[in-house]
């Protein structure tokens, strides 16, 4: 699997999933800087995973968060592995995850593609770099 995505969602809040494993899941990333870069209001993302066969966040400690808690931990992403399972690391545990497919949506709804995502973070990151990030 793939980490692409994920390491695209650098910086990005895990803050809701939904679903059941096995099957779909629904997961919404808030991402502000990154979402700004799409049109509309919204501050993130909707990726849904198709034949979610595993998803496991554990935290340092050992503990395991069940999916539907996941609100209430809001793991930051910031780097992941390539797997089976794929291995997503957030400030505090790991995210682990195997699925068939990927679809993602701006929260408004509006399906976008991986290769759309990629091309809004590298214009984020450019302009960051050049200075666009500091004020005055």
Same mark, same amino acid.
């Given at each position: @699997?793939?980490? @692409?995505?994920?390491?695209? /969602? %650098?910086?990005?809040?895990? *803050?809701?999933? #939904?679903?059941?494993?096995?099957? #779909?899941?629904?997961? /919404?990333?808030?991402?502000?800087?990154?979402?700004?870069? /799409?049109?509309?209001?919204?501050?993130?993302?909707?990726?849904?995973? +198709?034949?979610?066969? &595993?998803?496991?966040?554990? @935290?340092?400690?050992?503990?395991?968060?069940?999916?539907?808690?996941?609100?209430?931990? &809001?793991? $930051?992403?910031?780097?992941?592995?390539?797997?089976?399972?794929?291995?997503?690391?957030? $400030?505090?545990?790991?995210? *682990?995850?195997?699925?068939? +497919?990927? $679809?993602?949506?701006?929260?408004?709804?509006?399906?976008? !593609?991986?290769? #759309?995502?990629?091309?809004? +973070?590298?214009?984020?990151? !450019? $302009?960051?770099?050049?200075?666009? %990030?500091?004020?005055?």
């Amino acid at each position: @699997m793939d980490p @692409m995505l994920w390491n695209l /969602f %650098h910086d990005g809040v895990l *803050t809701r999933a #939904e679903g059941a494993v096995p099957g #779909e899941v629904r997961l /919404f990333i808030d991402i502000p800087y990154l979402r700004a870069k /799409f049109p509309g209001k919204g501050a993130g993302f909707d990726v849904v995973l +198709s034949e979610c066969s &595993k998803l496991s966040l554990v @935290m340092r400690g050992g503990s395991v968060i069940a999916l539907a808690d996941i609100r209430y931990i &809001k793991p $930051e992403i910031l780097s992941a592995e390539p797997g089976p399972p794929l291995k997503i690391f957030c $400030e505090g545990g790991t995210l *682990t995850l195997q699925y068939r +497919s990927v $679809e993602l949506f701006v929260d408004s709804g509006a399906p976008i !593609t991986l290769q #759309e995502l990629d091309a809004a +973070s590298e214009a984020y990151w !450019t $302009e960051w770099e050049a200075g666009a %990030h500091r004020d005055g």
